[in-house]
């Protein structure tokens, strides 16, 4: 073979091996393309499984005392999850939970205090254990400027005082005695109410001088009341737990909802409101 031939074999034998390896090297790209394509797409699919779209409607049985904070989340949560709606039904915590005792559809349950949610779970009918959320202190509210100059539990039991206390059977109402207890006062109201907001709103139309109620039902009031802070209160600050319910219509939308109320943003809205951390 001439030298020439060889120097021509060589050079095709060279080609040939840099062809084969564009070939490998394109595989290997198109190959791990395809995986890459593959992954991302089935990351794709478990973030979409793990996050399903909310949608249809619950209902909220929640304390009277939560009125306003719950409708501002109420807001946040519809908004943040269009097709939703959060309906509520508010009320004194002990009348909410014999409801839901005796059969009422609600799929959640935010009670003023641990005792009126244990109505509710001695029956079992809580899907979770119930968590505090939340914590609730007493105020005194008086009329604006406070005329008959109240400064203290033990001024309310003066008998020139029209007084408003909660029911006994009520979260604010037993909060209320056990302040009384703790000061050793004795204190007969002019009428004895169904719910904290029955309570202050008596003050509200000037129905009665003064009402033993919570800081943050003073708090929402505004200028129609004035509030008086007394030191017997540190003695009945109340928890107030939530819990999905055990025969929830929408337990996946109510999970949700429980969620917000315990987030770092729903805590902001409660603090704001003047209830206490946990």
Same mark, same amino acid.
């Given at each position: ?14 080609? /040939? ?16 393309? @395809? ?8 990351? @794709? ?22 009125? !306003? ?21 508010? /009320? ?50 008086? #009329? ?62 000037? !129905? ?17 009341? !004035? ?48 209830? #206490?951390?946990?």
């Amino acid at each position: 073979m001439t030298r020439s031939a060889r120097r021509t074999r060589r050079t095709m034998q060279v080609a /040939g091996v840099s062809v084969a390896a564009l070939l490998a090297l394109s595989a290997c790209s198109s190959s791990g393309s @395809s995986d890459s394509d593959s992954s991302a797409k089935t990351k @794709s699919d478990t973030s979409s499984s793990a996050s399903p779209k909310l949608s249809g409607s619950i209902t909220v049985f929640a304390a009277a005392s939560l009125k !306003e904070s719950f409708t501002t989340l109420k807001t946040d949560f519809e908004k943040a999850h269009p097709g939703t709606t959060v309906n509520f039904s508010f /009320g004194g915590s002990d009348t909410l939970a014999a409801q839901i005792t005796s059969g009422a559809p609600a799929d959640v349950f935010a009670a003023a205090s641990a005792k009126t949610m244990a109505i509710v779970t001695d029956k079992k009918d809580t899907a979770t254990t119930p968590a505090t959320f939340v914590r609730n202190q007493l105020e005194i509210a008086t #009329l604006p400027g406070n005329p008959d100059k109240v400064s203290s539990l033990k001024d309310l039991t003066k008998s020139s005082l029209k007084v408003v206390l909660c029911d006994k059977t009520v979260p604010c109402g037993a909060a209320a005695q056990k302040a009384l207890d703790a000061a050793k006062l004795k204190l007969t109201p002019v009428s004895y109410e169904e719910d904290v907001k029955s309570a202050l709103n008596k003050v509200v139309l000037k !129905e009665a001088d003064a009402a033993v109620v919570y800081k943050t039902d003073v708090k929402a009031a505004g200028s129609k009341v !004035e509030g008086v802070e007394f030191p017997e209160s540190a003695n009945a600050v109340n928890d107030y737990p939530i819990a999905l319910l055990k025969n929830a219509p929408n337990p996946t939308v109510a999970k949700a909802f429980i969620a917000l109320v315990q987030s770092a943003e729903g805590q902001q809205v409660l603090n704001q409101a003047g209830f #206490l951390k946990p």
